[in-house]
T-cell receptor, first 115, second 109 residues
Framework: NAGVTQTPKFQVLKTGQSMTLQCAQD?????MYWYRQDPGMGLRLIYY???????DKGEVPNGYNVSRLNKREFSLRLESAAPSQTSVYFC??????????????FGEGSRLTVL | TQLLEQSPQFLSIQEGENLTVYCNSS?????LQWYRQEPGEGPVLLVT?????EVKKLKRLTFQFGDARKDSSLHITAAQPGDTGLYLC?????????FGTGTRLLVSP
């Protein structure tokens, strides 16, 4: 059972470069999320998608864009990376809508370093 | 902004000891989840508590939701090295799941 799969697992960028983090889930969940995790700050929501074709901003959306390509896939793009975006990024999915959040299933994370 | 503060931030104990982790907020949550995260992995759900005052047990782990649904605690009895990890609480507030700051637990043999 794959669950939630994220790629790449590690990435080093220079300031100003762009990149896309890919996420796919095979649990037929409606909702998908992108979080970032920084020491001492828990998980902060960047963007979420309650269903295919819809996306909404979370707590820290600046500097990011997302695409819900289909029900399975939700990508996160950094158009011009900054050192402040150095973090571990997690994709998650859930069976419920954002307004009645059930269990979140997380990927293994993507560790991004911006020099 | 709803905030969830966890304490302690770090805890290093010996196998067999008991411990309690706290998750506190000034906001009311309709439910609260606890996750455990191991190095290099994503968080995994341990339990969800919904009713104020609710107590749930998962083997040696006991979870309690505060009567006012603003706080929660996680108590581990006779900790084992396999309990090592980052423990995160997450509260469902107004249209939003808010994660706590995390408690990193190290249990040494």
């Amino acid at each position: 059972n794959a669950g939630v799969t994220q790629t790449p697992k590690f990435q080093v960028l220079k300031t100003g470069q762009s990149m896309t983090l890919q996420c796919a889930q095979d649990m037929n969940h409606n909702s998908m999320y992108w979080y970032r995790q920084d020491p001492g700050m828990g998980l902060r929501l960047i963007y979420y998608s309650a269903s295919e074709g819809t996306t909404d901003k979370g707590e820290v959306p600046n500097g990011y864009n997302v695409s819900r390509l289909n029900k399975r896939e939700f990508s996160l793009r950094l158009e011009s990376a900054a050192p402040s975006q150095t973090s571990v990024y997690f994709c998650a999915s859930s069976e419920h809508t954002r307004y009645n959040t059930g269990e979140l299933f997380f990927g293994e994370g993507s560790r991004l370093t911006v020099l | 902004t709803q905030l969830l503060e966890q304490s302690p931030q770090f805890l290093s104990i010996q196998e067999g000891e008991n411990l309690t982790v706290y998750c506190n907020s000034s906001s009311v949550f309709s439910s609260l989840q606890w996750y455990r995260q191991e190095p290099g992995e994503g968080p995994v759900l341990l339990v969800t508590v919904v009713t104020g005052g609710e107590v749930k047990k998962l083997k040696r782990l006991t979870f309690q939701f505060g009567d006012a649904r603003k706080d929660s605690s996680l108590h581990i009895t006779a900790a084992q090295p396999g309990d090592t990890g980052l423990y995160l609480c997450a509260g469902l507030g107004f249209q939003k799941l808010v994660f706590g700051t995390g408690t990193r637990l190290l249990v040494s043999p």
